[in-house]
T-cell receptor, first 112, second 118 residues
Framework: TQLLEQSPQFLSIQEGENLTVYCNSS?????LQWYRQEPGEGPVLLVT?????EVKKLKRLTFQFGDARKDSSLHITAAQPGDTGLYLC????????????FGSGTRLQVQP | GAVVSQHPSWVICKSGTSVKIECRSL??????MFWYRQFPKQSLMLMAT?????????EQGVEKDKFLINHASLTLSTLTVTSAHPEDSSFYIC??????????????FGEGSWLTVV
């Protein structure tokens, strides 16, 4: 059972369209990260959110952390082919091993 | 930013042999390193957490005698896949948590290592 569920699992859209990826959990996290991963490479950190309700923008990407720190969303405006990749959310807890727990992943394909 | 390097980037080994993957933090000290495994088109699954100078903590279902982890220094952790089988073929990724103030508690990822067992 995945602790963090992402939806959708796969998304294929046309260049210029908007999209939202959701990351949901029943657990509370002290922080949540979003990564993008290209095939055969390690994940690359996009953003970290730590405060409930926090919204961060990174150019055309908008990240939001839920008020209860159990969920997050990533919104991409005017998607471009260069946005194609695997998007992963990952949560960090204050207790235990303090390892990142990754979501199930969303594979995005942006067609030119 | 902080850099974590893995070596080798890819390796092919024969079934029954052992293979070692290294994870190095190049410009910071890492008290904790994490090893993940990723199968094609799937997410990263935590295998174990290793702390410098102590035994690794393995996740449920991960065989500690098969996946030997050593974290002998603050900049190096190794994962040895012993008696490898084709089903061990996967993408192995390490990450490291910084100790120094500049790196804070941020977790940095390596580039990953492809293991193919034939």
């Amino acid at each position: 059972t995945q602790l963090l569920e992402q939806s959708p699992q796969f998304l294929s859209i046309q260049e210029g369209e908007n999209l939202t990826v959701y990351c949901n959990s029943s657990s509370v996290f002290s922080s949540l990260q979003w990564y993008r991963q290209e095939p055969g490479e390690g994940p690359v950190l996009l953003v970290t959110v730590v405060t409930g309700g926090e919204v961060k923008k990174l150019k055309r990407l908008t990240f939001q952390f839920g008020d209860a720190r159990k969920d997050s969303s990533l919104h991409i405006t005017a998607a471009q082919p260069g946005d194609t990749g695997l998007y992963l959310c990952a949560g960090l807890k204050d207790t235990g091993r303090r390892a990142l727990t990754f979501g199930s992943g969303t594979r995005l394909q942006v067609q030119p | 930013g902080a850099v974590v390097s893995q070596h080798p980037s890819w390796v092919i080994c024969k079934s029954g042999t052992s293979v070692k993957i290294e994870c190095r933090s190049l410009d910071f000290q890492a008290t904790t390193m994490f090893w993940y495994r990723q199968f094609p088109k799937q997410s990263l699954m935590l295998m174990a957490t290793s702390n410098e100078g102590s035994k690794a903590t393995y996740e449920q279902g991960v065989e500690k005698d098969k996946f030997l982890i050593n974290h002998a220094s603050l900049t190096l952790s190794t994962l040895t896949v012993t008696s490898a089988h084709p089903e061990d073929s996967s993408f192995y990724i390490c990450s490291a948590r910084g100790l120094q103030q500049g790196a804070g508690n941020t977790i940095y990822f390596g580039e990953g290592s492809w293991l193919t067992v034939v």
